[in-house]
């Protein structure tokens, strides 16, 4: 099973600051099969970046990702009060497909 | 549009049975890997495992195999997920996601239901 570790597990920042999630993988991943998911209080995940890097349709070019192998990030470039959520990575590279732990972005 | 669209909160007593469904639309429902994701109270998101409508093939993951059933009606586009016997520990909240396609993108989960909150207490 691949385990996806984020950190930190809580980001506290201000609205238009810059902020960076991490997810590191036990085994290498083609980026094909990492995607990143926002999740507010009381909804559904929402799929933000798929393949690693490529934003899905509608969400603002603000958040970018990147990474390769068993690193990957998320950056938000400039916060918007929108933005703080809960960000989880997830892995479909191999069964059990697993998510990471997650990483709450709160703000400060 | 893609829409999945889960059936309602159950509350239920341990030992009970329960199927919940995820009813979907605007995609071929045979063509795309649909699965489960459980969500306990104050945590993260736990993948339970996927399903293949058109041949039924099924992948569980290790942690729920055995715990539940996958199932799908391809006349009714919609997938179910299944217990036999409820534990207080299965409380949380379910979503059913898909692979169906986005921008052309057809791996991880593109679409999710909005979710089934399973309550078990006695």
């Known amino acids: 099973e691949i385990v996806l570790t984020q950190s930190p597990g809580t980001l506290s920042l201000s609205p238009g600051e810059r902020a960076t999630l991490s997810c590191r993988a036990s085994?290498?991943?083609?980026?094909?099969?990492l995607a990143w998911y926002q999740q507010k209080p009381g909804q559904a995940p929402r799929l933000l970046i798929y393949?690693?890097?490529d934003r899905a349709a509608g969400v603002p070019d603000r958040f970018s990702g990147s990474g390769s192998g068993t690193d990957f990030t998320l950056t938000i470039s400039r916060l918007e009060p929108e933005d703080f959520a809960v960000y989880y990575c997830?892995?479909?590279?191999?069964?059990?497909?697993?998510f990471g732990q997650g990483t709450k972005v709160e703000i400060k | 549009e893609v829409q999945l669209v889960q059936s309602g909160a159950e509350v239920k007593k341990p030992g009970e049975s329960l199927k919940i469904s995820c009813k979907t639309s605007?995609?071929?429902?045979?063509?795309?890997?649909i699965g489960w994701v459980r969500q306990m109270p104050g945590k993260g998101l736990e993948w339970l495992g996927i399903l293949h409508p058109r041949d039924s093939d099924i992948i569980y993951s290790p942690s729920f195999q055995g715990q539940v059933t996958f199932s799908a009606d391809n006349s009714i586009n919609t997938a179910y997920l299944q217990w036999r016997s409820l534990k207080a520990s299965d409380t949380a909240i379910y979503y059913c996601?898909?692979?169906?396609?986005?921008?052309?993108?057809?791996?991880?989960?593109?679409?999710w239901g909005q979710g089934t909150l399973v309550t078990v207490s006695a």
């Open positions: 997830h892995q479909c590279h191999s069964s059990p497909r697993t």
């Open positions: 996601a898909t692979s169906a396609p986005r921008d052309d993108y057809v791996h991880c989960f593109n679409y």
């Open positions: 085994q290498s991943i083609h980026s094909d099969y």
């Open positions: 393949a690693g890097s």
């Open positions: 605007g995609y071929s429902f045979t063509n795309y890997w």
